[in-house]
């Protein structure tokens, strides 16, 4: 594969290829590991996959997969680190942050694929028929998912409120 070939795959994909990596490491540096060993194993192929863009989806998922599998086998998780808000700053910027950061919780809270899927169609902004493909699942199905999800999120959110 030729390497502006790669270059316009990168310029294309990576933005996307982040911010999924990023719902799964929480961690940026992590996050962008795990993109550039997605193009890398890109750049190993003697000939491009079908469907790139799920290929690298992919490649992403499991090795992100893959290094929790090591990291449990071998060592503890560390408890996530959430920073506490004064509640004697009323400021609407800080309001409107908590609710974002309630959401935010939300969708992490919520299981495989609700969560995924959520992802995929809100902040990623891909049509139900190209999650349907890459999850290998019909287009009603992403749907009803989409529907348990927003169902799910709403009542936890009016639990939290």
Wanted: hydrophobic share 35%; charged share 25%.
């Amino acid at each position: 594969m030729e390497s502006t070939e790669l270059e316009k795959l990168y310029q294309l994909y990576a933005k996307e290829l982040l911010f999924y990596a990023l719902s799964f490491t929480k961690n940026k540096s992590d996050a962008e590991e795990l993109v550039s060993d997605a193009f890398y194993q890109l750049s190993m192929q003697e000939t491009f996959p079908s469907h790139i863009k799920f290929w690298l989806f992919h490649v992403v998922k499991n090795k992100f997969i893959d290094q929790e599998r090591k990291k449990k086998r071998w060592s503890f998780s560390p408890l996530d680190n959430f920073t506490s808000v004064s509640n004697t700053q009323t400021d609407t910027p800080l309001l409107i942050k908590e609710k974002h950061q309630a959401l935010y919780n939300g969708i992490d809270q919520l299981k495989y694929p609700y969560r995924e899927i959520t992802l995929l169609f809100y902040f990623l902004e891909w049509p139900t028929k190209d999650i349907g493909h890459y999850l290998g699942i019909s287009v009603n199905q992403v749907r009803v998912y989409l529907h348990r999800s927003r169902k799910q999120l709403k009542e936890m959110l009016e639990n939290e409120l």
